[in-house]
């Protein structure tokens, strides 16, 4: 005969348990933002140096179809000028078997206007010279630059993976102790914890009263809303930056606990 089960109702924890726990909580976040301070800028100046050398092989492949582009046209250019040569060497072959001054005219204006062509296809050619010794030049800085930048980008990456391999298991082990923590606090207290968090320049969203001050604004604290804070009875925070306080003693007490 099956037994019947009892279902179990998730046990309330104490104020003072869950100051314990968000100050806990408060000292693993900053532990966590230590280390991602201490990679430091690190991924930021990798991911544009990526983009930079990305950026500048875009410009290299660019030149680099414009040089063939430029081949190209200057073997159309020579074609043509043989084509107009010829006819040049043709109409002056006629020349000589003329019969009146209409028809010379004709013959003399088309080899003329030949004559401006081969002017114009011999300009586009000397302009695609000039224009393609301009992109070697420019080819030769720009690969010059990709090769430094490349170097760069291999002595940061070098650094960062040195940085995140000797980080990386220590931030884990945080992040977990971090989510076993925010299973003790309820959700409307932790998203308020988080959110001080992100607001704050320095990541502190629950600090310790010293010399009856918030230890987040250094602003002092009435001496009954210390008492309060003491008494473990409910969740105060700072009246001027809104940080959650706890006593001393607690913040001490749980430091070690967690040791």
Do not use: W
Request: charged fraction near 40%.
């Amino acid at each position: 005969m099956a037994k019947n089960k009892v279902e179990e109702t998730p046990k309330e924890i104490s104020v003072e348990e869950k100051l314990v726990a968000l100050y806990q909580l408060q000292i693993v976040s900053s532990e966590i933002d230590r280390i991602r301070i201490l990679r430091g800028e690190l991924p930021v100046e990798v991911k544009e140096l990526e983009d930079e050398l990305e950026g500048k092989h875009t410009r290299v492949s660019k030149f680099e179809a414009e040089k063939v582009r430029i081949a190209e046209q200057a073997k159309e250019n020579e074609s043509k000028i043989r084509i107009a040569k010829a006819s040049i060497e043709k109409y002056n072959d006629q020349l000589n078997g003329i019969r009146n001054n209409r028809e010379y005219d004709l013959l003399s204006k088309e080899i003329e206007f030949q004559n401006l062509e081969v002017e114009g296809f011999e300009k586009n050619i000397r302009l695609g010279k000039e224009r393609d010794a301009f992109i070697d030049e420019e080819l030769s800085a720009l690969n010059a630059d990709i090769e430094s930048r490349g170097k760069d980008l291999e002595q940061k990456k070098g650094e960062l993976d040195a940085i995140i391999a000797e980080t990386r298991q220590k931030e884990e082990e945080l992040l977990m102790k971090a989510r076993k923590l925010e299973e003790k606090i309820d959700e409307r207290l932790l998203k308020a914890f988080k959110r001080t968090r992100k607001n704050s320049h320095n990541g502190l969203s629950v600090v310790s009263i010293d010399r009856e001050a918030c230890m987040g604004c250094f602003n002092k604290i009435p001496p009954q809303r210390i008492l309060d804070v003491k008494a473990h009875k409910k969740i105060i925070a700072c009246e001027y930056c809104g940080r959650i306080l706890v006593d001393p003693d607690l913040a001490e007490e749980s430091s070690k606990a967690m040791e």
